[in-house]
């Protein structure tokens, strides 16, 4: 069965940097793409950007250019997405889901989420 | 960016009754168009793709219709299982996904 296990969570400083790591199982990785969403407390799912597994092609949402990175590595059907520059607003569950869409689209399966608490 | 506006942003219904929620668009999406189900503490789940596909496995009182600017979820009989958020999500606007503001289900 497909699976997507997530790293745990993490509590980080404004300014600093997070990663999170998500290792896929049960189907060809490569076949399908990642897609990052975040949840802030208490509030509706924000969608972060796409990678593809097979070529590492990204797409960022705008709000997060230049902040966030996301790279796969295949050998290891893991999917990592970096933030940096924390801020308090950063504050969220993270998920890493399986996406079917070739530039992004339908997230299919998710992983169990990652809290990322920001805080001085 | 393309908006999704969700409505009612929650909703009191009774087990066996009928739930409607929609979805509008801020500009035409054709059918790219999701819904997603989550219950507290835990991930989404995908329950209907394309505007009215079911997904495997998700029981068939769940359904989409609509097309464009204009969506419609139902629940046609409501079960206590379903009290969750549910959420609306284009896909028409690559590589940009968004998603409505929820709608949160209560028993009544």
């Known amino acids: 069965q497909v699976q997507l296990v997530q790293s745990g969570a993490e509590v980080k400083k404004p300014g600093a940097s997070v990663k999170v790591s998500c290792k896929a199982s049960?189907?060809?990785?490569?076949?399908?793409?990642i897609s990052w969403v975040r949840q802030a407390p208490g509030q509706g799912l924000e969608w972060m950007g796409w990678?593809?597994?097979?070529?590492?092609?990204?797409n960022y949402a705008q709000k997060l250019q230049g902040r966030v990175t996301m790279t796969t590595d295949t050998s290891t059907s893991t999917a990592y997405m970096e933030l940096r520059s924390l801020r308090s607003d950063d504050t969220a569950v993270y998920y890493c889901?399986?996406?079917?869409?070739?530039?992004?689209?339908?997230?299919?399966?998710w992983g169990q989420g990652t809290l990322v608490t920001v805080s001085s | 960016d393309i908006q999704m506006t969700q409505s009612p942003s929650s909703l009191s219904a009774s087990v066996g009754d009928r739930v409607t929620i929609t979805c509008q668009a801020s500009?035409?999406?054709?059918?790219?168009l999701n819904w997603y189900q989550q219950k507290p503490g835990k991930a989404p789940k995908l329950l209907i793709y394309?505007?009215?596909n079911l997904e495997t496995g998700v029981p068939s009182r769940f359904s989409g219709s609509g097309s464009g600017t204009d969506f419609t979820f139902t629940i046609s009989s409501l079960q206590p299982e379903d009290i969750a958020t549910y959420y609306c999500?284009?896909?028409?606007?690559?590589?940009?996904?968004?998603f409505g503001g929820g709608t949160k289900v209560e028993i009544k």
């Open positions: 999500q284009q896909y028409d606007n690559l590589p940009a996904l968004t």
């Open positions: 500009q035409d999406i054709s059918n790219y």
């Open positions: 990678i593809s597994a097979y070529n590492g092609n990204t």
């Open positions: 049960g189907y060809t990785f490569t076949s399908y793409g």
């Open positions: 394309d505007a009215s």
């Open positions: 889901a399986r996406d079917r869409g070739a530039v992004a689209g339908t997230i299919d399966y």
